[in-house]
C-alpha cells in the first residue's frame, strides 16, 4: 500500500529524467492531474494526458528536455509529507533559487505554483518544490 502518493510521483518523475525518458506513467488522482496542469503552465514539461488503462486510469507526463539534452527538471522534492503538513501564508511565501524554480501549493483555489499563490493572495499546504 502506497502511503504518500505525491512522493510516488515525484520518485517517478525524477527516476525518468535521470534516464532520459520522452514520457512517465503513474496511477491518475485529482492532486497529481492538478500537479501535471502547474508544471506544463511553467514550463518543466511538454504535456500531460489521461490514459485509459485497467484496473486505474494512468496519468502520462510528457517530459520536456534543453535542445542539448539538458535536464528541466534537475530538483524535485516534496516539503510537506503526510506525517508532518507544511501550510504557508502568501506573503511568506519566497522565491525559490530566485525565481528559477517553484513551489507547489495545494490551495482553496486548487493547485498552483507559489508565483500564482503570492499574486491571488491564497494561502496553503506546500506540496513540493521543483527546479
Known amino acids: 500500500m502506497m502511503t504518500d502518493p505525491i512522493a510516488d510521483m515525484l520518485t517517478r518523475i525524477r527516476n525518468a529524467v535521470r534516464v532520459e525518458r520522452p514520457h512517465v506513467e503513474m496511477p491518475l488522482s485529482k492532486v497529481k492531474r492538478g500537479l501535471a496542469e502547474v508544471l506544463k503552465r511553467e514550463g518543466y514539461i511538454w504535456d500531460w494526458e489521461e490514459v485509459q488503462a ?14 542539448n539534452g539538458e ?6 522534492k516534496r516539503v510537506s509529507t503526510p506525517g508532518r503538513r507544511v501550510y504557508s501564508r502568501a506573503a511568506k511565501l519566497k522565491p525559490v533559487l530566485n525565481g528559477l524554480g517553484i513551489q507547489i501549493l495545494s490551495t482553496s483555489r486548487g493547485v498552483v505554483s507559489d508565483r500564482e499563490a503570492r499574486q491571488r493572495k491564497l494561502g496553503g499546504e ?3 518544490e521543483v527546479w
Open 54 to 67: 485497467e484496473p486505474v486510469q494512468m496519468l502520462r507526463l510528457y517530459l520536456k528536455y534543453g535542445p
Open 71 to 76: 535536464r528541466v527538471i534537475q530538483h524535485a
Open 126 to 128: 506546500v506540496l513540493c
